[in-house]
């Protein structure tokens, strides 16, 4: 997360759970993080999205994929919670399901899609859960 305040409450509560051991939180830009960090390439198991894909600029949703899919081992997985809407301006930014999953059908493989029944009710029928396994790369 770019959030100092995210990192640290999901750093906490994984101590809390006893997960501190298996899992690891980092502040940084997602954009300019694989290029800066070269060791860190094809490096991850696992990224969580949540609200990132909507939050940024439509016209910067390739490279968030693209960033995402350097950071990801192959057959790592990106597990998002999405938010299409038709909503206008934005941030939060509006996008479709189809988008979504044609932005991704490059680098990943989708295995898993539903629309959560549990979500706010503010977005109620309008999220989308999904797991996206990182194809090999050529």
Same mark, same amino acid.
């Given at each position: !997360? ?37 060791? /860190? ?7 969580? /999205? ?6 940024? /600029? ?12 350097? *950071? *990801?081992?192959?057959?790592? &997985? ?19 399901? !189809?988008?979504?999953? &044609? ?10 899609? /539903? ?12 999220? *989308? *859960? ?9």
């Amino acid at each position: !997360d770019i959030a100092p305040a995210a990192v640290a409450i999901a750093s906490r509560l994984a101590t809390e759970k006893g997960l501190s051991d298996r899992v690891t939180f980092f502040q940084k830009d997602l954009f300019a993080w694989p290029s800066l960090d070269p060791n /860190e390439r094809a490096s991850f198991d696992l990224v969580v /999205e949540h609200n990132c894909f909507c939050a940024i /600029e439509p016209q910067r949703r390739d490279d968030y994929v693209a960033a995402v899919a350097a *950071l *990801l081992r192959p057959g790592g &997985r990106l597990v998002g919670l999405f938010y299409p809407h038709d909503y206008p301006g934005g941030p939060p930014y509006a996008s479709t399901a !189809d988008e979504i999953r &044609r932005r991704l059908g490059n680098d990943f493989s989708i295995t898993y899609s /539903e629309t959560p029944t549990d979500s706010a009710i503010t977005r109620a029928g309008l999220e *989308l *859960l999904l797991v996206a396994e990182r194809r090999a790369s050529g």
